[in-house]
């Protein structure tokens, strides 16, 4: 069974919280897809597969009826019933091999089921960005439409003139327009959560990030992730696997046996027996063994491969959520330090300020909040494929 290489990574201390506000979708998703159904299926056809071909072969069982010529010779019967069999061994080889294929064969399922799983919660995290977003251009929309509606009154009054309401309503509609573009992001990502899930609506709510903190020690739980990396542990079963075939290919270098009853029955005469052989392996397994061993060392090899580009693409996620969490924090507490949108609209409605120094100034805070929004985001998104492996 080819394997679906993806490298799917694990952080241990935060699992269960980064899991549990996403728990809820990614079972329902993980029993309804399709994809996964059907690899399900598969897997388990491999595993029967793999059972396949590793038992004694089909005994042999011949009948000759023959007459004579002249017909006073009489008519002669033969039968004969024989097994052949390998080098007793090749069958505790074989067996193992079939285990090995059939956890490997799971290793691959788990693989695939994790990526689709990731892939899943990844767009759950996109919809809380937009989700928040929404929410937020939603507040914007009410003050937009306040101010607007205030300088509608100031106009008819004579209190403003028709430039600054004119910016009052290209403000509202540039919000207005910035909030359909967030509404049809949500209505593209539960579309695809509903096809995830076999097509079955999913209604996903959330608005806010509350991510875990990230472990202070990378070396210190790097290794709980390299032992419970499905792809690694596939890529260490193709090893085992080549060497029990270097194992097999010396077993069926050995002799091969035959043995079983033979009768003769002519007229008047009888003869019974058993019958032996041996098969001298000449020609037939020549290069195999060379061709085991030649699979292990290009396993080895593949696994050392996997096992650097694993821990590489594992600390750069590290030090990118590391960086990432940093500047979430940093941008969410001098928003709430410095924010200044509440004195702005105080300021705005009792004539301190103009509504053009207004929109600048509250311009700057709504900048700040949108890119306290993407932060967050990436970062859940870092600690999603950082935690993969438990999902």
């Not at 311009?363 to 993407?374: F, T």
Request: with cysteine; hydrophobic share 40%; proline share 3%.
């Amino acid at each position: 069974m080819k394997a679906f290489i993806f490298i799917i990574l694990y952080i241990a201390p935060f699992v269960a919280l980064a899991q549990d506000r996403y728990a809820a979708v990614l079972q329902r998703i993980e029993t309804n897809n399709i994809t996964l159904a059907a690899l399900r299926e598969q897997t388990e056809a491999q595993k029967i597969e793999n059972r396949t071909g590793i038992y004694i072969s089909n005994p042999e069982v011949e009948f000759n009826y023959l007459w004579g010529n002249p017909a006073a010779i009489g008519r002669r019967t033969d039968l004969a019933v024989t097994q052949s069999f390998d080098f007793p061994t090749a069958y505790g080889h074989r067996r193992n091999i079939g285990d090995l294929q059939s956890r490997n064969a799971d290793l691959a399922y788990k693989a695939e089921r994790t990526r689709l799983l990731l892939q899943a919660k990844q767009t759950c995290i996109d919809l809380v960005h937009y989700n928040a977003l929404a929410k937020e251009y939603g507040i914007r929309l009410e003050n937009a439409q306040r101010i607007a509606d205030t300088y509608r009154i100031r106009l008819d009054k004579g209190d403003a003139d028709i430039l600054e309401y004119n910016k009052a309503k290209l403000n509202l509609t540039a919000i207005q327009t910035e909030r359909a573009k967030v509404e049809a992001e949500q209505v593209a990502l539960l579309a695809e959560l509903k096809r995830m899930n076999g097509g079955k609506e999913i209604f996903f709510t959330q608005d806010e990030f509350t991510p875990p903190v990230l472990p202070a020690d990378f070396e210190e739980w790097y290794s709980n992730a390299e032992a419970k990396n499905p792809v690694l542990q596939y890529v260490k079963g193709e090893v085992n696997i080549g060497k029990e075939q270097v194992k097999l290919s010396r077993a069926l270098s050995l002799p091969k046996f035959t043995t079983g009853y033979m009768s003769e029955t002519v007229v008047g005469e009888q003869f019974r027996g058993i019958t032996l052989g041996v098969s001298i392996p000449l020609w037939e397994n020549k290069n195999r063994q060379q061709h085991a061993q030649a699979r292990v060392k290009a396993s080895e090899t593949a696994l050392e491969d996997t096992r650097l580009q694993f821990y590489t693409r594992l600390q750069g996620l590290y030090h990118k959520a590391s960086i990432l969490q940093q500047n979430a924090l940093e941008l969410r507490r001098s928003i709430t330090e410095n924010r200044n949108d509440a004195l702005l609209k105080k300021a705005l409605d009792s004539g301190e300020i103009s509504l053009l120094d207004y929109l600048m100034e509250i311009g700057y805070y709504y900048d700040a909040v949108i890119q306290a929004l993407v932060v967050e985001r990436d970062y859940e998104q870092a600690l999603a494929e950082l935690s993969a492996v438990e999902l």
